[in-house]
């Protein structure tokens, strides 16, 4: 019997709600309309004598046993189709020149339409970054074990599973998974038996400081806390919805979640030890930077990656060399030689 080849643009639920996401995210207005995030409430107190060489500064860091360049990360955004194959690839090979992290779009994708799984598959072209393949944590209610979460590791040679915490999200969906019953025991149960890593991640409403410790007690070994300030998933699903009560009822948690800055020094006052990845509406270096300086390990970006990511290789590699510039100046300005120095500063203030 012949094998049956598909092509990744299949009009699945998953894969149109995927293609969905990503034009929405680029074409309409998402941004959360809160405060944002919190960033804008702390400034670096300038040292006019840095008494430290430019050219010596180093952001080298390590996540899940291997080498950064930078302590910085592509964030979890997409994949499923044809158009998220190319940008995952655009965004892996980036981030193996320059020594970033990477997060996949959610696998959940590839587990049940095998079709879609080379939208995922990455790793050839950042064999030497942490990479971390993602699945929803309410799909843990909905029958996924540790064999699904185990596939996803092995499919994407994922160095770790990351699971999100999406509650508003699925409850804007028309058709959203929504029981989040007991979810944290599902979850230590995973980090239990799992032989890989497992981590948390908001997707841009915020994990508070309470909520931190309870995932880091049940076994979880890394926070992505997903502040608010960047991308408002109940607007982007107003965009998707037919559902008139969920499409009105949006706008009025457009200023929905924890800004980001709270969320970093929340946690890392409950959890000295943890690591945790700051979030949720970065768009520079000078974010980057205030992110590590309240506690972060790596900062994080999303959809400021993701029109330069569709456009060419000269783009987003010119925009990753931007914010590293941005996190050494900055570095330099408040005469931090390292990322120990920058986490242990006193020259960030609030204004």
């Not at 405060?35 to 004598?49: I, K, N, P, S, V």
């Not at 997903?226 to 200023?255: C, L, N």
Request: glycine share 10%; aromatic share 8%.
């Amino acid at each position: 019997m012949t094998e049956q080849i598909f092509s990744s643009e299949t009009n699945t639920d998953i894969t149109r709600r995927k293609k969905e996401h990503v034009d929405i995210c680029l074409y309409e207005e998402v941004k959360g309309q809160g405060e944002g995030t919190g960033f804008d409430r702390y400034r670096f107190r300038h040292l006019a004598l840095p008494e430290i060489d430019f050219a010596e500064i180093d952001i080298s860091n390590e996540f899940l046993g291997r080498f950064m360049k930078a302590p910085l990360m592509i964030s979890s955004m997409t994949g499923g189709t044809d158009e998220a194959t190319r940008i995952n690839i655009r965004l892996a090979a980036t981030a193996e020149r320059r020594g970033w992290a990477m997060g996949l779009g959610s696998v959940r994708a590839s587990i049940e339409h095998p079709h879609t799984a080379p939208s995922f598959q990455v790793r050839k072209y950042a064999p030497n970054v942490p990479l971390l393949a993602n699945l929803g944590a309410v799909q843990l209610n909905y029958g996924y074990g540790i064999d699904e979460c185990r596939k996803a590791v092995e499919l994407t040679e994922a160095d770790a599973l990351v699971l999100h915490l999406n509650g508003l999200q699925e409850l804007f969906q028309s058709d959203g998974d929504s029981n989040f019953c007991d979810l944290l025991g599902r979850i230590e149960q995973l980090c239990e038996n799992a032989e890989f890593p497992v981590g948390v991640k908001e997707v841009g409403w915020g994990i508070d400081g309470e909520t931190a410790k309870a995932l880091l007690d049940v076994g979880v070994s890394f926070i992505d806390l997903a502040g608010a300030g960047g991308t408002s998933w109940s607007q982007v699903e107003k965009f998707r919805s037919t559902d008139p009560i969920r499409t009105a009822a949006a706008d009025a948690f457009a200023d929905w979640g924890i800004p980001t800055a709270d969320c970093v020094r929340e946690a890392r006052v409950v959890a000295p030890d943890a690591y945790l990845i700051a979030s949720g509406g970065l768009t520079n270096g000078v974010d980057a930077a205030k992110g590590i300086a309240l506690g972060a390990n790596l900062a994080s970006f999303g959809r400021a990656l993701l029109a330069p990511a569709i456009h060419s290789d000269e783009l987003i590699d010119e925009l990753f060399g931007r914010i590293e510039f941005e996190l050494r100046a900055a570095m330099f300005g408040i005469g931090a030689v390292n990322l120990k120095h920058l986490s242990g500063t006193r020259r960030l203030i609030q204004k």
